[in-house]
């Protein structure tokens, strides 16, 4: 069953064409990876799809809504929510606070058993209690995932989730993902990490200069002649 559906997106920064002509769907329950070269449209697409940029042209649905004109809170509320490449906590709060403050906005009721178990999953137990501005980047980055898991939203877009993670940090954030895929989430993931993100993912999608350049199996990725070149600029073999 289809969840989210992009038409033709378009998105123009004055003479750059940041996006251009984008269309994909994504089902139900799906891990579905974005990956390309850096400059090459993918967090604008998330900004288009998430609704913290205005596309130039296109649409955006999900669950069959036309959302492409509703604001990023309302786009949340329906359950289309997004972390950022960037991580931004709410610095003067702790651990357990940022997580309670999605479901404020959201008039969800705080679950603490539920959070401390994500907690512990993440290996942020101990910080409950910790205000943000003491967390290492591998913590913030692991609380920005939980910030996006803990209202348990329809669809999941995380931006470069296992950026500056250990090995064993990656392994801790891939099994929270997959439960929440199996409890009946969907996935959308930008990520440059791509040997873990393929173990992963289940579909990827590669862009290039703004452009959709393939769409297919993760196996498929490396074998794709115009993917190569994209990142290298040749047809040699990766």
Do not use: C, W
Not at 17 to 34: M, P, R, Y
Not at 43 to 67: C, H, M, Q, R
Not at 90 to 106: D, H, I, M, Y
């Amino acid at each position: 069953m289809e969840i989210l559906r992009v038409e033709h997106l378009v998105k123009r920064f004055g003479g750059i064409v940041a996006v251009d002509d984008v269309s994909f769907t994504v089902k139900q329950h799906e891990i579905l990876g974005v990956i390309g070269p850096n400059g090459a449209g993918k967090t604008t697409l998330f900004s288009l799809i998430s609704g913290t940029e205005k596309p130039d042209a296109g649409k955006v649905y999900l669950n069959g809504e036309d959302i492409t004109d509703t604001k990023p809170y309302h786009r949340a509320l329906k359950g289309l929510v997004r972390t950022f490449q960037i991580v931004r906590p709410f610095k003067s709060l702790t651990v357990e606070q940022n997580l309670r403050a999605p479901l404020t906005v959201r008039g969800n009721k705080f679950n603490e058993e539920e959070a401390m178990a994500l907690l512990r999953q993440l290996g942020l137990a101990a910080k409950r209690n910790t205000p943000t501005t003491l967390l290492t980047h591998g913590e913030l980055k692991k609380l920005e995932v939980a910030r996006g898991l803990i209202a348990k939203p329809r669809v999941l877009m995380l931006d470069e989730p296992f950026g500056g993670l250990t090995v064993a940090e990656i392994e801790e954030v891939t099994q929270v993902l997959r439960e929440y895929v199996a409890e009946g989430g969907t996935l959308v993931i930008i990520e440059h990490r791509l040997r873990e993100l393929m173990k992963l993912i289940q579909r990827a999608l590669v862009m290039d200069q703004g452009k959709l350049i393939f769409e297919g199996a993760p196996a498929d990725v490396a074998r794709s002649d115009v993917v190569i070149k994209a990142y290298l600029g040749t047809n040699t073999v990766i």
